[in-house]
């Protein structure tokens, strides 16, 4: 087979790919407990309410009518409405169904948006700044172009009973003029950190400066699905393009992602979606736009999704402290998103190497150095962390902890 470039992008294998094929094998050995992957937890009352709704809509047609019909290239008109009204009704966003376009997830949102602002440029290479890392994952082999993303190591601030948070290191960050698009997550997956509203303000000052538009991602972020801790507010402007996803909220499988920008970006992102794929799903935003009709959407965030992921971070950092006792472990202070970071102090091997001594004793988690978009080495930080998902059940965590301590007592002694 002979691929063009454009091909053997994708004929690599890449830290993405290398995750999920650990993942599905670690789903078919039986025992292994999974702090890897980043699906959302099954959360009974969530699936309650999500079952009556397809029944209703099955018995209405609404099921039906939106499996058999396409929708507008800019997604399903009575939900893009709705969201608009819901938006500009919570928080005052002057906007209205033509600042939103609906996609296939998030994932294929940024996949448009990153090779829609970087890469060659009349003559010029842009770039896609992260001003933060760690970050997410998905980000990393987005681009078609090699060294498209660039990207600042965040700033460490020291909190007490061995916390620490991540911040936008201002004084380093450098944007110049090769920055086509700067790009967030808030929450930050993999670390549960959560940019400050002045931190946002910075970084939209940094970016109206340069006139370039700045990406929040918002796939755990308010007003849905809500898993955030922390009191902060949802930012948006003519500037921002924010990004959010009805994954976390618990449907992955109907693959919607759902974007809030400018009206120009918005025509471009319909006329892009018309092109290289007719029209974005519509199941996803049928459920979800009648749980906003019948006011359910809120109170299933605000009741019971973030409640259960607060509860679950707090039980994650509780069992860790009882089972590891040291000051050499340094957790990042849970903020948001369904992620704990965790730092090893001389640990004395890289977590590269510690992810497969755990692996081999029964636990799936993420070495750190994976979630650095845009350096160009793998830094004694990166290596000093990993990534571990708290959705599962109380006693899968007991297990994955007790092997993690295990472990960990193996390298520090
Ligand atoms: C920060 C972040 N953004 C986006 C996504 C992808 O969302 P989607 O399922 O809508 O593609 C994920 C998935 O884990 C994520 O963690």
Redesign the pocket.
Known sequence: MKFSDFGEHYNGYSGITHLMDDLSEGLAQPGMVMLGG?NPAVIPEVHAVLGRVIEQLRQSGGLLDALSNYDAPQGRAGFLEALADYFRERYGWPISRRNIALTH????S?FILFNSFAGSTRGFQKRILIPLVPE?I?YCDVGLEKGMIVSQEARIQDLEDGFFKYQVDFDQLQADDSVGLICV?RP??PSGNVLTDDECRQLDGIARARQVPLLI?N??GTPFPNIIFTEVSPFWNDNCIV?M????LGL?GA???IVIANEDLIRYFSNMTAITSLAPAGLGAEIVGRLIVEDALQPLCDDIIRPFYHHRSELAVRLLREAIDDPRLRIHKPEG?MFLWLWFEDLGISTTELYERLKQNGLLVVPGKYFFPGQQLVSAHAESCVRMNYAQSESELEKGIAILARELQACWT
């Open positions: 980043g997830g998030s994932q294929s940024f997410y998905g997550s930050t997956n991602d796939a755990y990004c996803s009805l994954s976390k992955p693959r919607t992602g998103s």
